[in-house]
C-alpha cells in the first residue's frame, strides 16, 4: 500500500472512530484562524537552505467538542535546489485542503475546559505550484536537471499532523502546529519517482464564535465506601499479684571462692551471690544464721587452710552487716578448715555456707484475669457524596 493510500485510510479511520466516541455531547462552535511559520520541502539538499516562510489561513467548524472540520489554505513560497551544484531555486504554491480534526484531550475526559489540547488532524486536498522561473534561469543541463513542469502544476495534497490548542472555551485560542504533506513527484520541479513531502510548523491564533459555552451542571450522588474504623474493644489479660506469707524453715545457701581467695570482694561473683543471700535472709525477722567458711583438702595445708576458711567466713559476715545491713546480733561467723568436706567435688570446698531457721516472709504469685479497654480495626461501609460534573447534550 503506497503512502497516499495509508493517509487516506488513517484520516476515515479517524473520522469514523471520533464520530462514535463523540455521540452524547453536541456542543458546536465555528471559527478561523490565521497561522504563520516555516516550511520545508524535502530534497536532496542541506534543510537550512530549504526552509523558507509560510502562512496559512482557516475556516473550521466542531460539531461536538471532539469531532470537528476545516478548509485550510497555505503558502506562498517554496524552495528546492541541487547541493552538489550549490544552486537553489524558488517557486510559488498555494495548498488547500479539507482537514479532519480530532480532539483527543476532550475525547478521554469530561471537562473541556482543558487548559491545553491536543488535536490530530488529517486531510486531502489539492496544490497549485506555478512561477518556477529562477529554475529555468539556472540554464541546468536537462540531463541534470530535467524540468518537470513549466507554468504550472496543479496536484493531489496529502496531510497529517498534530496539534497543540488553548482552553477551546474561550473565545480567542492560540495553537502550535507540526504537519507533513504528501504531494506530487513533480511539485518541486524535480522527478524521483516518490511523492514529495512538504514540513510546517506554524503558529496561530484563533477566533471562536457561534459555540456554546461549556459550562458543567453538578450533580451530587451518593456511593458507598469501605473504610477500617477503631472500635472500642474489651480484651482479658492475665496479670500477677504478689501474695506473702509466713513460713516458719530452715535455709541452707553457698557462696563459692576460687582456689587461694579469701578476699570476697576480689571473688569472682561473689559480690552478687551475697546480695541474693542477703535479700532472702532480710525477709526474716528472728532468724538467726551461721557462717560457716570451708577449704579443700587437695590443696594447700590445713593451717593454711583454715586461715582461708576463716578469713571467708568473716569477710561474708562483714558485708552482710555493713554493707546490707543485716543485725549482727543474728550472725554467727564459723570456720572448719579443710577438715570438713561438704561437697564430694574437691574444688566446691573452697566455700562459705550460710545456714539459719526461723520465720521467713515467702512471696507467691496468684494469676487473676483483667479486663482491659482498647480499640480494634474494623471495616465498615459510609455514605459519601461525590460530585459529578455532568455536560448536558
Known amino acids: 500500500m503506497n503512502s497516499k493510500k495509508i493517509i487516506a485510510t488513517a484520516v476515515m479511520a479517524l473520522l469514523a472512530g471520533g464520530t462514535v466516541a463523540a ?44 469531532v470537528g472540520a476545516r478548509l485550510h489554505f497555505n503558502g506562498p513560497q517554496a524552495k528546492s535546489g541541487f547541493e552538489g551544484l550549490d544552486q537553489y531555486y524558488k517557486w510559488n504554491y498555494v ?27 488529517g486531510g486531502i486536498g489539492l496544490n497549485y505550484a506555478w512561477d518556477n522561473d529562477e529554475l529555468k534561469d539556472l540554464n541546468l543541463n536537462p540531463s541534470i536537471a530535467p524540468l518537470a513542469w513549466d507554468d504550472n502544476r496543479l496536484t493531489h495534497n496529502l496531510r497529517a ?3 497543540l490548542e488553548t482552553n477551546v472555551t474561550k473565545p480567542i485560542g492560540v495553537s502550535l502546529e507540526l504537519a507533513a504533506n504528501s504531494l506530487d513527484d513533480r511539485f518541486n520541479s524535480k522527478t524521483n519517482d516518490r511523492d514529495d513531502w512538504m514540513f510546517t510548523a506554524m503558529v496561530g491564533l484563533a477566533y471562536r464564535f457561534g459555540y456554546r459555552d461549556y459550562k458543567p451542571t453538578k450533580v451530587v450522588r451518593q456511593v458507598e465506601e469501605e473504610v477500617w474504623v ?60 551461721t557462717l560457716t567458711g570451708y577449704a579443700d583438702k587437695g590443696t594447700g595445708n590445713p593451717k593454711l587452710n583454715q586461715m582461708y576458711a576463716k578469713r571467708r567466713a568473716d569477710d561474708v559476715t562483714k558485708i552482710l552487716i555493713e554493707e546490707h545491713g543485716l543485725d549482727a546480733s543474728r550472725l554467727t561467723s564459723d570456720s572448719k578448715g579443710d577438715t570438713v568436706q561438704p ?19 515467702v512471696t507467691k504469685y496468684e494469676e487473676y484475669d483483667v479486663q ?5 480495626k474494623v471495616k465498615n461501609t459510609v455514605i459519601r457524596e461525590v460530585v459529578d460534573e455532568v455536560y448536558d447534550d
Open 230 to 289: 477503631d472500635v472500642p474493644d474489651t480484651i482479658i489479660v492475665k496479670e500477677k499479684r504478689p501474695i506473702v506469707t509466713e513460713e516458719k524453715k530452715k535455709i541452707e545457701e553457698v557462696i563459692f571462692f576460687e582456689i587461694r581467695q579469701s578476699d570476697t570482694k576480689a571473688a569472682q561473683g561473689t559480690e552478687k551471690a551475697i546480695k541474693d543471700v542477703a535479700d532472702l535472709m532480710k525477709t526474716s525477722d528472728d532468724a538467726v544464721f
Open 95 to 121: 495548498t488547500s485542503s479539507a482537514d479532519l480534526l480530532v480532539n483527543l484531550t476532550t475525547l478521554f475526559t469530561k471537562n473541556y475546559a482543558n487548559p491545553l489540547n491536543v488535536i490530530l488532524l
Open 372 to 376: 482491659k479497654v482498647t480499640t480494634k
Open 343 to 361: 561437697f564430694e567435688e574437691n574444688d566446691k570446698n573452697r566455700c562459705v555456707i550460710i545456714t539459719g531457721e526461723g520465720t521467713f516472709k
Open 23 to 66: 455521540q452524547g455531547h453536541m456542543k458546536s462552535y465555528s471559527y478561523v484562524e490565521a497561522q504563520g511559520g516555516v516550511q520545508m520541502t524535502s530534497t536532496n539538499a542541506k534543510m537550512t537552505k530549504l526552509i523558507t516562510p509560510t502562512g496559512a489561513l482557516s475556516f473550521g467548524h466542531y460539531f461536538t467538542p471532539v
Open 161 to 163: 499532523g498534530l496539534r
